[in-house]
C-alpha cells in the first residue's frame, strides 16, 4: 500500500468549523471571521463581467491587481505576490524557508495554519508565552533557538483580536539574527489602520515579509485573494514553487473593484468596529473578560474548559456557532465573529441570560 510522507501521517486533518445546526434551527455562524456584509457592489460586477473571458487563462503575475495595490498602498508592484488566500502564502513560505534543520517559531495562541505549514514542510515548531493573550517580543527572542529559520506573527492577531505596536515589530526584527526570516500577518490589518501605523517599510531591510487579504474587510472570502510585500530575493524564491495560476480572472477582477470602492470598505469597517465594541461592552457589563480586539472578532474567556464547552452548546442548541479555541492553547475561551446586528443580538441575549442565571 502506497503511504504519505512519515511526517504527514503525522499530520492531524484541519480542523474544519461544525457547522451542523440542529434540525428546523436556523444557522447563525458567528465562527468563521467573515464580513457582515457582502462585497461592494462594484467587485461583485467585476467579477460577473469577467465571467466572460474565463475561457482563458488568468493572469499569473497579476499585472493590474499589483499595479492597483501598488499604487493604493504606495508600494513598489515588484515587491508584490498574490495568491489563493494568504493561507497559499502562507503555505508556500513555509515550504520555502522551514524544513528539518529550519524550525518555525510563532506566539503561543497564534493562528494555528503556522503550526499546520510546519509540520507540512517537516519543520520543528516552536512557540513562545504570551501576555494576557499578546505576543510578546522578550519571550519570542528568548525562544529563538540555533535552528529557528521563519517566524510567524499575526498582527492583529487571530485568533485573540490582540495587537502589538510597531514599534514593538520593529524592535524584534531589529534583535532577530538576519537568517530569520520574519512574516507579519496583517489578515486583519484594515481594521486597525485608522492607528496609523505602516508596517509595509519594514520589508526594505531584506528579511521581512508583510501578508494582507482581501478575505476580511473586503468581504471577499470566497474569491479567495491574498497578497503580500515582499524582499525581491525572497519574492524570486517563492514564485519558483507557486501556482502560476493561483488566481482566477473572476477573484483579480473582484479584488481590484473593491480595492478602488475603498469608502464601502471603510464602511465595513467602521461597522464593525462599531459593533464589535458595542458588544465587549455589553459582554463585559455582563461579567463576561472580553480581550481587547482590533479585527473583526472578541475572544471571550470562560475561565475554564468546562464552561467553554457548556456555553458553546447551549448556543449550539440554538443553532448560534462560536468557535472553540482548543487548537489555539485556550480551551476556556470562544471566539465571536462580528456579524450581522440581529445576529449578534441573538447571541449577546444568551451569554447574558446565562451569566444572570449563574449569579
Known amino acids: 500500500m502506497t503511504r504519505a510522507q512519515t511526517h504527514i501521517q503525522a499530520m492531524a486533518p484541519y480542523a474544519l468549523a461544525d457547522l451542523s445546526s440542529p434540525e428546523r434551527v436556523p444557522l447563525i455562524s458567528l465562527s468563521q471571521n467573515e464580513s457582515l456584509r457582502s462585497p461592494s457592489p462594484l467587485a461583485i460586477e467585476a467579477a460577473t463581467h469577467a465571467l466572460a473571458d474565463s475561457a482563458l487563462y488568468p493572469d499569473p503575475d497579476w499585472t493590474n491587481l499589483r499595479t492597483a495595490l501598488g499604487q493604493h498602498h504606495r508600494l513598489d508592484p515588484k515587491n508584490i505576490l498574490c495568491g489563493n488566500g494568504s493561507l497559499d502564502l502562507i503555505s508556500c513560505l513555509a515550504r520555502c524557508f522551514a524544513g528539518p534543520d529550519r ?23 516552536h512557540t513562545a508565552p504570551e501576555i494576557e493573550a499578546t505576543a510578546s517580543v522578550d519571550a519570542l527572542l528568548r525562544t529563538v533557538r540555533r535552528e529557528t529559520g521563519l517566524l510567524f506573527i499575526a498582527n492583529p492577531g487571530n485568533p485573540t483580536g490582540t495587537r502589538i505596536p510597531i514599534s514593538e515589530l520593529k ?55 491574498g497578497w503580500g510585500v515582499f524582499p525581491i530575493n525572497i519574492a524570486i524564491e517563492l514564485r519558483k514553487i507557486m501556482n ?68 458553546d452548546h447551549i448556543l449550539r442548541g440554538k443553532g448560534i456557532f462560536l468557535r472553540p479555541q482548543d487548537g489555539a492553547g485556550l480551551p476556556h475561551c470562544l471566539r465571536m465573529t462580528v456579524g450581522p446586528s440581529e445576529h449578534m443580538e441573538k447571541a449577546l441575549e444568551i451569554l447574558e441570560a446565562e451569566k444572570r442565571a449563574a449569579t
Open 171 to 225: 524592535r524584534l526584527r531589529a534583535a532577530l539574527r538576519d537568517d530569520i526570516l520574519l512574516v507579519i500577518d496583517e489578515a486583519y490589518g484594515e481594521f486597525a489602520d485608522h492607528l496609523g501605523e505602516r508596517v509595509f517599510d519594514m520589508v526594505t531591510g531584506g528579511n521581512t515579509v508583510v501578508l494582507r487579504t482581501f478575505s476580511k474587510a473586503y468581504g471577499l472570502a470566497g474569491c479567495r485573494v
Open 103 to 125: 524550525a518555525v517559531l510563532a506566539p503561543a495562541h497564534a493562528y494555528p495554519f503556522f503550526r499546520t505549514v510546519a509540520q507540512m514542510s517537516n519543520a520543528p515548531f
Open 244 to 311: 502560476p495560476n493561483s488566481l482566477t480572472t473572476m477573484s483579480e477582477a473582484a479584488a481590484m473593484a473593491a480595492l478602488n470602492d475603498d469608502a464601502y470598505m471603510r464602511e465595513t469597517c467602521s461597522r464593525t468596529i462599531e459593533l464589535r465594541d458595542g458588544a465587549a461592552a455589553r459582554l463585559q457589563k455582563a461579567g463576561y473578560k472580553i480581550y481587547p480586539s482590533f479585527t473583526n472578532f472578541l475572544l471571550i474567556d470562560l475561565e475554564t474548559p468546562a464552561e467553554a464547552i457548556r456555553i
